[in-house]
């Protein structure tokens, strides 16, 4: 991994894409001289533009290290709005047409952040509200304690047809629950809050289970991850921990080599691809009963059960079933069974195996699934020859 410097306009057209690499400069000026359409996944923490009046004390008067930096300075609200229209459009001109951006901010910005992108023709898919578990206190007690950040997640255009989503990797991340849109994750603390002589390194540092979830949510491995404001280098952290490449952008040396070592010290994981992605059924080739039958996972006149052998229907030549008066597809006759106006035939059916145990015909359709992905790699690496 390397740090580069901002390229200069003469090397901009012949630049390859950056992986995995940090690039010191201005996120506008470097975000123009990246190839237009190349990244898969954009996650942006901003400055916030937090407008602290006055110091932050806690009741036993000691000071709060509060986010004073220079970098979320700015002049008045125009000023904020400009910059943030000029990197979102260069963002958007970077991202794929099947890509993603994610942007993080609180109550002070997140609002003026979303109207802008939608003025850009951005689409947002959802807002996620990252509720702190370990807030820190409203030490004035004039207000209630802000206890989350909301995330913007959102595709680059209206009229775009594809993005990732690995919904299921999320379901089984949640228990095997539909992940809401409300993550309680805890502020970064700890070990893995990176300090330089006892101080943040970072006075925005995010934690890592946060990155975690966005990455692993809207990307694949082998794909792009940019992080425009890339700070002490978390999004590429958990990027390296997944099998993702990164390309980070930070204007300020002493961060960007922060995250430099940070990073370098990740040793590459030594997973197989598969253990890192999330099997999706919509992602399988579909495969339909009459194959099955065609294939001689199921015979014509062989008997179908529930799984309770409460019903029961006949295998037709045609793929059909025959229950009695009642003759359709495996989901037509399992809800005309069952009195309902749609059921999941693939669930509901059941064959009687040798030894007189039932065995879904869902399992029938994998096994049949993973013999085709076998036959069908075997013929590519023929064709290659």
């Known amino acids: 991994m390397a740090m580069k410097r901002r390229p200069t306009p003469e090397n901009n057209a012949a630049q390859a894409l950056p992986l995995d690499e940090i ?27 937090l407008q602290l009046q006055n110091e932050l004390i806690r009741p036993n008067q000691t000071l709060v290290d509060a986010v ?18 000029a990197w979102l459009a260069a963002c958007q001109r970077v991202l ?57 997640w959102a595709q680059k255009s209206q009229a775009q047809k594809r993005y990732t989503f690995n919904y299921h990797a999320m379901k089984n991340l949640n228990d095997e629950k539909q992940m809401q849109n409300v993550w309680h994750i805890p502020l970064c603390t700890g070990a893995e809050r990176i300090k330089v002589n006892g101080k943040k390194a970072h006075s925005t540092q995010k934690p890592e289970a946060l990155l975690f979830r966005v990455i692993q949510s809207s990307s694949n491995p082998g794909d792009v991850v940019l992080d425009p404001f890339f700070g002490s280098g978390t999004t590429g952290a958990v990027a390296k921990k997944l099998k993702r490449h990164y390309i980070g952008i930070e204007r300020e040396p002493s961060y960007a080599e922060i995250a430099r070592q940070r990073i370098q010290a990740i ?29 001689g996972y199921i015979a014509i006149g062989q008997t179908l059960f529930s799984q309770t052998r409460a ?51 869902d399992a029938l359709r994998e096994q049949y699934r993973r013999k085709y992905a076998v036959e069908q790699n075997v013929r590519a690496c023929f064709e290659s020859l």
């Open 23 to 49: 690039i010191l400069g201005n996120c506008i000026d470097v975000l123009t001289s990246l190839p237009e359409n190349s990244v898969d996944l954009i996650f942006a923490d901003p400055p916030y533009n």
């Open 68 to 85: 004073n930096d220079e970098w979320d300075k700015f002049s008045d609200l125009a000023a904020y709005d400009d910059f943030t229209r």
């Open 96 to 152: 794929k047409d099947d890509g993603t951006i994610w942007v993080i901010g609180s109550y002070h910005n997140i609002f003026r952040v979303g109207s802008i992108m939608m003025d850009l023709g951005f689409w947002i898919l959802n807002d996620v509200i990252w509720y702190k578990t370990n807030p820190m206190p409203n030490f004035r007690g004039t207000r209630f304690t802000n206890a989350t950040e909301t995330l913007i």
């Open 267 to 295: 040793q590459p994981s030594p997973a197989h691809d598969d253990l890192l992605v999330t099997r999706s059924r919509r992602r399988q080739p579909r495969i339909s009963f009459g194959a099955l039958l065609e294939a």
């Open 311 to 361: 019903h029961q229907a006949v295998i037709r030549a045609d793929g059909t079933l025959s229950a009695g008066s009642v003759q359709g597809s495996i989901h037509k006759v399992a809800a005309s069974l069952l009195g309902q106006d749609n059921h999941n035939g693939w669930e509901f059916w059941y064959v009687e195996t040798l030894h007189g145990e039932l065995t879904s015909i």
